[in-house]
């Protein structure tokens, strides 16, 4: 069993304090992927559970292994780095063998090994081949091949995908899905970016400033973020907001917009993801900015009443819009989300 508990893990550099007590329960098999941006702690917390970087404080366990108090080498655990790692005087094969002859493995067995393990990364015509004959992705398949060759329960990778190009990075996370699935082992995924986060995990961990702000799974977080930074970290663009004032208990006005919330408040934030905007009587009073026509929908940028607050509208592309059309933008009520003054979500159902 590969069950991993972070518990109170916290790491200073300095005065700076880059993790904050962090919790976690990852279960066996689980794909789970830290998303933040840059210097939230994500890429900190991952070394730490290597054996690169030492807590100054909580404990690590897998399965029932405590594993903080062993050094890397004697964690059983794999990581997949940024930039590869892969040995450019060694063979395709020699490479995948790496941590099965460090392990002082039979020859045999280590043959056997990375032609089963090449086989899984479709490598296995390329055995013979060295790094510089390969493309990026090619050696990003060497690189995990060799980190699923040795068996591990754990396989930690941090940002594997971002030195690939765009197409690139499409057709491998289709793949690193696909393999993932069939080595039975639990993974911790480092990204900053949130179409790998929603496309690979079966559960996503945000981080800001070196805490866990929501863990759950894609879909949940994106219909219903838990603050107003995931709400508007996860969406690409990111949700539309607009402070709300009560004129009655239970119904509120934005920017002239009159719309049912939560009882028992005076003023609180709406939230609405742009492709639950659409046109239609009474709604908010907008006038077009910019219009950028995507393909599938038309993106349009509007100011709202007071012309200062900025909507997102994922529009049918077969509508007519033109920049400086005003328009009435009529929310899904059923996709409202409502968040307090401290950002944070307050459950409501139409």
Same mark, same amino acid.
């Given at each position: 069993m590969a069950q991993i508990q972070i518990q109170n893990i916290e790491? $200073?550099?300095? !005065?700076?304090? !880059?993790?904050?007590?962090?919790?976690?329960?990852?279960?066996?098999?689980?794909?789970?992927?830290?998303?933040?941006? #840059?210097?939230?702690?994500?890429?900190?917390?991952? $070394?730490? @559970?290597?054996?690169? =970087?030492?807590?100054?404080?909580?404990?690590?366990?897998?399965?029932?292994?405590?594993? +903080?108090?062993?050094?890397?080498? +004697?964690r059983k655990l794999s990581m997949v780095f940024q930039n590869y790692a892969v040995f450019p005087h060694l063979t395709v094969f020699e490479n995948i063998a790496f941590g099965l002859r460090m392990q002082k493995r039979p020859d045999a067995e280590v043959a056997q090994k990375v032609q089963a393990v090449a086989e899984l990364v479709h490598l296995e015509s390329m055995l013979q081949r060295y790094s510089g004959q390969l493309s990026g992705g090619q050696r990003q398949r060497v690189a995990l091949a060799r980190a699923l060759a040795v068996e591990p329960g754990v396989i930690l990778m941090d940002e594997? @995908?971002?030195?690939? +190009?765009?197409?690139?990075?499409?057709?491998?996370?289709? =793949?690193?899905?696909?393999? @993932?699935?069939?080595?039975?082992?639990?993974?911790?995924?480092?990204?900053?970016?949130?179409?790998? !986060?929603? #496309?690979? !995990?079966?559960?996503? #961990?945000?981080?800001?400033?070196?805490?866990?702000?929501?863990?759950?799974?894609?879909? =949940?977080?994106? $219909?219903?973020?838990?603050?107003?930074?995931?709400?508007? %970290?996860?969406?690409?663009?990111?949700?539309? %907001?607009?402070?709300?004032?009560?004129?009655?208990?239970?119904? %509120?006005?934005?920017?002239?917009? $009159?719309?049912?919330g939560p009882k028992g408040h005076t003023a609180l934030t709406m939230g609405v993801r742009p492709e639950d905007m659409a046109p239609g009587d009474n709604g908010l009073q907008c006038r077009i900015a910019v219009i950028e026509p995507l393909g599938a929908h038309t993106l349009a940028t509007a100011f709202v009443g007071d012309q200062k607050t900025v909507f997102r509208a994922a529009l049918d592309s077969a509508g007519s819009y033109q920049q400086g059309q005003n328009l009435s933008l009529l929310p899904d009520l059923s996709r409202v989300r409502w968040y307090d003054a401290q950002g944070k979500l307050i459950p409501f159902t139409i």
């Open positions: 790491k $200073r550099f300095g !005065a700076f304090q !880059a993790l904050k007590g962090i919790n976690l329960d990852i279960q066996d098999q689980e794909f789970m992927v830290l998303l933040g941006a #840059s210097g939230c702690g994500k890429s900190t917390l991952l $070394r730490i @559970l290597a054996g690169l =970087e030492t807590a100054d404080e909580g404990t690590l366990h897998v399965g029932e292994r405590r594993i +903080d108090t062993l050094q890397a080498k +004697d594997p @995908l971002s030195n690939l +190009d765009a197409l690139l990075r499409l057709e491998m996370r289709a =793949e690193l899905k696909t393999i @993932l699935s069939k080595s039975n082992t639990t993974t911790i995924y480092v990204t900053h970016d949130q179409v790998e !986060a929603m #496309s690979l !995990a079966d559960r996503i #961990s945000i981080m800001n400033q070196g805490v866990i702000v929501q863990c759950d799974t894609p879909l =949940e977080i994106y $219909r219903n973020p838990a603050t107003t930074f995931v709400a508007g %970290f996860i969406g690409n663009p990111p949700m539309n %907001f607009t402070a709300a004032t009560a004129v009655q208990n239970g119904v %509120f006005d934005t920017m002239g917009m $009159r719309i049912a």
